[in-house]
């Protein structure tokens, strides 16, 4: 059986980290499975923790007012779930819901935050790898946002 | 240059805008075949010509199958046709897929929105090579699920390849992934040295998706990409789809992005 400290190297995440690091990291982590339907995260609930997804689907939601759940975004192997366990008031913005079932590594952020403090370096690569991610997905939601699929505007006939 | 005489012999709606029309030549004479990644000029008469993609399977002489979303005026008369109405055909025209390349490589097939139309004739030609389900790698984006093509033959090829889609738009009871097509090219694992790309959607999708496999070391002669322009005669005279040094028509529409890439990304081009 792999240790949590393979699994996270294995992580895309954490491609690249220094080892010292991955060891540092592994002592705030542990193993979870989330089965199909099960809430890994309630909106405005504390974000003590966030995951990476070793294999599943996660959907990030939120809720409407007469019309139930609405689904934002897809998570997937080798992606991230979480960073609100980094910023004040460290509350979940999104529910986050497993599709299927969802094999994590759940980290705990109020650990990894003080291992942070104590060593800036370690702080500075883990805040750009998640400047990263969200740059990603700020670029994949501006992509959402300019219906590319929909209709040219100009009223010309175009080969498609 | 003169246009051939077909007739409806089928038409479905994919959904309300977008159609497809299988057309047979009048007199039921056999017709050319194809290249995936060509296309045909369709002319609806009293109202215009169109270049129009073929999305049928390549190789085939009695039917070509054409998608078509109504855009214009052309496109709308297109609509109207019905079971039994004629219209005009020149093509097939232009440069296609490259098919040869596709031996012993895996392959990755990014798709947006219509773009599945061009590429489709491509996934049949790989189908019919019995090639292992790993070895074919489909990424499909669509607004929503009602508007995604061919979704029964989706759900058959995903039992034949490896076929992830997405929306933009998750509608009730849409179970699958939600976000850009790119998002599930992230983390999609590619061997830069074995692996051709063939990428069809609107630019902004291709641009991003290319972004993506060079993130991944894939090489740019691996990547290829249709482009859509204005095309008028399709034979390369009336410079109508002029794009730097090429004519699309006649140089494309299918490119590889080594050959491009100088003006892919500059939009007064």
């Known amino acids: 059986m792999k240790t949590i400290a393979a699994l996270l190297h294995e992580h895309p995440f954490f491609a690249g980290m220094k080892d010292e690091y991955i060891q540092l990291i592994a002592g705030c982590a542990v193993n979870h499975i989330f089965n199909q339907g099960e809430y890994i995260a309630k909106e405005s609930d504390a974000a003590d923790y966030f995951y990476l997804i070793r294999n599943g689907r996660v959907s990030i939601e939120t809720s409407q007012p007469n019309y139930g759940a609405v689904i934002l975004q897809t998570l997937q192997d080798g992606d991230i779930c979480g960073w609100s366990w980094l910023f004040p008031p460290h509350c979940w913005t999104f529910d986050a819901k497993a599709q299927t079932k969802v094999h994590t590594i759940k980290l705990d952020g109020r650990c990894l935050r003080g291992k942070c403090a104590d060593d800036t370096q370690l702080g500075f690569d883990l805040m750009q790898r998640f400047a990263r991610i969200m740059t990603e997905r700020l670029q994949a939601t501006r992509l959402q946002l300019l219906n590319i699929y929909g209709r040219p505007e100009n009223n010309k006939d175009q080969e498609i | ?269």
């Open chain 2, 1 to 269: 240059m003169i246009p051939d005489i077909f007739y409806v012999k089928r038409r479905t709606e994919e959904y309300p805008g977008t159609f497809t029309l299988h057309i047979k030549k009048k007199d039921d004479q056999p017709q050319t075949s194809f290249q995936p990644g060509q296309f045909n000029m369709l002319y609806a008469f009293g109202a215009g010509e169109v270049p129009i993609s073929m999305s049928g399977a390549p190789h085939s002489t009695s039917v070509y199958i054409h998608t078509i979303r109504t855009v214009g005026l052309t496109t709308q008369a297109l609509e109207r046709l019905r079971e039994g109405d004629q219209l005009g055909v020149r093509g097939p025209f232009g440069r296609g897929w490259p098919v040869e390349k596709t031996t012993g490589k895996t392959i990755v097939i990014i798709a947006g929105g219509l773009g599945l139309a061009p590429l489709r004739p491509l996934i049949y030609h790989l189908l019919s090579k019995n090639r292992d389900a790993t070895d074919i790698h489909i990424f499909y984006g669509a607004k929503s699920q009602p508007e995604m093509l061919y979704s029964d033959e989706l759900k058959n090829w995903a039992q034949q390849l490896t076929l992830q889609t997405s929306v933009d738009m998750a509608t009730p009871g849409w179970q699958g992934n939600v976000g850009a097509v790119t998002s599930l090219l992230t983390t999609a694992k590619i061997d830069p040295e074995n692996t051709i790309a063939f990428i069809c959607g609107p630019e902004v999708m291709m641009r991003f998706a290319i972004q993506e496999l060079i993130k991944k070391n894939l090489p740019r002669t691996s990547i290829y990409l249709s482009m859509e322009r204005n095309m008028k005669c399709a034979t390369g005279h009336c410079g109508h789809c002029q794009w730097g040094p090429t004519f699309i028509c006649k140089d494309g529409p299918v490119f590889c992005y080594e050959e491009i890439h100088d003006w892919f990304h500059r939009t007064e081009v």
